[in-house]
């Protein structure tokens, strides 16, 4: 993957992650993201975490200006502190806010959603709220980056495998249409344990790709941030 200084740091090719403040830690899901969505001029990253999501799109694209929020106070924090120890500062802002109230227009926006829905909550708020549906609803979701993305724009996210289905849904639902799919597998003889999703407001063909973790396309994929 990257290496790793201590337990909660993570150096990257061009930036650091730390997040001792944060419930949820740098993992496959949010490094596959920010190397796999499409960008543009203005860029939103829904529950940015420790914000490496945000640090990603504005490497990949220098021109960009990235929005970058979250509802908890504490990734809030680790996100401000990852951007301004980055050579991106100028260009990432980081707000604490619920997508729901956001207002703007951008032609890319990225998340990284809250996935458990069904399952019994841990009696860490912090994490339940990073992990779980129950502050930002798949509907939510699909309504707020719908009502946010640009006409020519393109909504992203990753999503485990048996979450798929409700996503999709939910995107049909608002009224976008599947413009890219990934699947993403652990090993090349077992079925995606994720899937990399894009949106767009208008008909268009869809993309279908598979990659496997540790693969030759994966490391061309990461390259420009793992060291």
């Given at each position: 993957?990257?290496?790793?200084?201590?337990?909660?740091?993570?150096?990257?090719?061009?930036?650091?992650?730390?997040?001792?403040?944060?419930a949820?830690?740098v993992?496959?899901?949010?490094?596959l993201l920010?190397?796999?969505?499409?960008?543009g001029?203005?860029?939103?990253?829904?529950?940015?975490?420790?914000?490496?999501?945000?640090l990603?799109?504005?490497?990949?694209?220098?021109?960009?200006?990235?929005t970058?929020?979250d509802?908890?106070?504490?990734?809030?924090?680790?996100?401000?502190q990852?951007?301004?120890?980055?050579?991106?500062?100028?260009?990432?802002?980081v707000?604490q806010?619920?997508?729901?109230?956001?207002?703007?227009?951008?032609?890319?926006?990225?998340?990284?959603?809250?996935?458990?829905?069904?399952?019994l909550?841990a009696?860490d708020?912090?994490?339940?709220?990073?992990?779980?549906?129950?502050?930002?609803?798949?509907?939510?979701?699909?309504?707020?980056?719908?009502?946010l993305?640009a006409?020519n724009?393109?909504?992203?996210?990753?999503?485990p495998?048996?979450?798929?289905?409700?996503?999709?849904?939910?995107?049909?639902?608002?009224?976008?249409?599947?413009?890219?799919?990934?699947?993403?597998?652990?090993?090349?003889?077992k079925?995606?344990?994720?899937?990399?999703?894009?949106?767009?407001?208008?008909?268009?063909?869809?993309q279908?790709?598979?990659?496997?973790?540790?693969?030759?396309?994966?490391?061309?994929?990461?390259?420009?941030?793992?060291?």
């Open positions: 993957m990257c290496s790793v200084n201590v337990k909660d740091m993570f150096q990257f090719k061009q930036f650091t992650i730390e997040q001792e403040l944060c949820m830690k993992g496959t899901d949010g490094v920010g190397a796999w969505a499409k960008g001029p203005r860029i939103l990253d829904i529950g940015t975490g420790t914000g490496i999501i945000a990603m799109m504005a490497q990949r694209y220098p021109e960009a200006q990235v970058a929020i509802i908890d106070e504490g990734a809030v924090r680790q996100a401000e990852n951007v301004s120890q980055s050579p991106f500062l100028g260009r990432i802002s707000l806010q619920a997508v729901q109230e956001h207002l703007g227009e951008y032609e890319s926006i990225v998340s990284n959603p809250p996935f458990f829905i069904d399952s909550q009696p708020e912090q994490r339940n709220m990073a992990r779980h549906t129950a502050t930002l609803s798949y509907a939510e979701l699909m309504k707020a980056a719908y009502r993305l006409d724009g393109e909504f992203s996210v990753v999503i495998f048996d979450y798929r289905r409700r996503m999709e849904d939910e995107a049909v639902f608002v009224g976008f249409f599947p413009s890219r799919v990934c699947g993403v597998k652990t090993t090349e003889r079925p995606a344990k994720r899937y990399l999703l894009a949106f767009r407001k208008h008909p268009c063909p869809c279908k790709e598979q990659l496997t973790i540790g693969s030759e396309d994966y490391q061309a994929l990461t390259s420009a941030f793992y060291l």
